[in-house]
């Protein structure tokens, strides 16, 4: 019962956690909004349809990036799907994108895949987690590439994303994480010779292919703040570092309540460096949005194609 009540109280104090970070995010957001409001000058906001669906294709190409990397790390571990069940998983468990927590996807990766063997769910669940810190790590040497060309002062605290990246490569180290992966399946109850399985030059391979995630989705909000805003090529480097470093946050210290607002957070403060906080905060409102929205819409379109068509035959049998 106390170890119970020990439990409860730990889920509790990380909820809490959860909301004060939102709440807090929130308060800000609008507090900078009503303070620059004056200074936003909406008059400057022209509406671009065709570069607004243009940011639309960039973020699903993007997305069929990541899908790709994501099924090299599969059938590296045994793990052979059909394309579009790859693209569902993945898509799907996107989903958890709008709860607060980066956990979600992840875990979501692992109940959406399908097969009767136990080993499964588990491999999906450590496939979800090195694409995860992959993507950290390689949206923070974007970040790092683009604030050394750019030599922009900004007051960022690299040095605590750079520790843990640098702490998450010798995890990701191919022999220290079989080892952590056999521990792993101890505890789901699987075959304790299980383990997760790579090289040297899978996890290149799977870098480089997050690290061109990471640019195209960047270079995805650059043409979406392009399709209400004159912009130019010192915008762009601001949104590749803004987003690289946000990602980096997110992906890194995925495990944390709250790791959408932290990241939103994060890339509002680098944006208002170069523009007004009011501006800053309006532009990642509407990137989150328009993620939000670019996701649910595939989700339904995948989901007619392939899903409904087989509950439909159920329902006729």
């Not at 243009?54 to 052979?80: D, E, P």
């Not at 769910?121 to 987690?129: D, S």
């Not at 790590?137 to 994303?161: K, T």
Request: a positive charge.
């Amino acid at each position: 019962m106390k170890e119970h009540q020990v439990r409860w109280n730990r889920s509790t104090l990380w909820s809490l956690i959860g909301y004060f970070i939102v709440l807090s995010g929130l308060g800000l957001g609008f507090y900078f909004v009503i303070r620059d409001f004056q200074n936003l000058n909406l008059q400057r906001v022209e509406f671009n349809l065709f570069r607004l669906l243009l940011s639309l294709l960039i973020s699903l190409f993007s997305i069929f990036l990541a899908v790709l990397i994501w099924r090299a790390i599969l059938q590296k571990n045994g793990l052979n799907y059909q394309f579009n069940h790859d693209l569902r998983v993945y898509v799907y468990s996107m989903l958890g994108y709008m709860l607060p927590g980066g956990v979600w996807t992840i875990m979501a990766r692992g109940f959406l895949s399908k097969g009767e063997d136990r080993r499964k769910t588990p491999l999906m669940v450590m496939a979800g987690i090195v694409e995860t810190i992959l993507t950290g790590i390689a949206a923070l040497f974007l970040c790092i590439i683009f604030l050394s060309i750019q030599s922009w002062s900004f007051s960022l605290p690299l040095i605590v994303p750079l520790i843990v990246g640098i702490l998450f490569i010798y995890i990701l180290e191919p022999k220290n994480f079989t080892k952590l992966s056999a521990r792993f399946f101890k505890l789901s109850n699987n075959d304790a010779h299980t383990h997760f399985q790579y090289n040297f030059i899978n996890l290149l391979m799977w870098f480089l292919g997050e690290f061109l995630v990471v640019l195209i989705g960047s270079l995805a909000l650059f043409v979406l703040l392009s399709s209400f805003l004159r912009v130019n090529i010192q915008h762009f480097a601001l949104i590749v570092i803004g987003w690289s470093f946000a990602v980096a946050i997110s992906s890194l210290f995925f495990w944390l309540p709250g790791t959408p607002f932290i990241r939103d957070g994060t890339m509002v403060g680098i944006l208002s460096t170069k523009m007004t906080a009011g501006f800053a905060v309006i532009f990642v409102i509407v990137q989150r949005l328009w993620s939000i929205i670019t996701i649910l819409l595939f989700s339904v379109v995948l989901w007619f194609i392939y899903d409904f068509p087989t509950l439909l035959s159920k329902f006729k049998n």
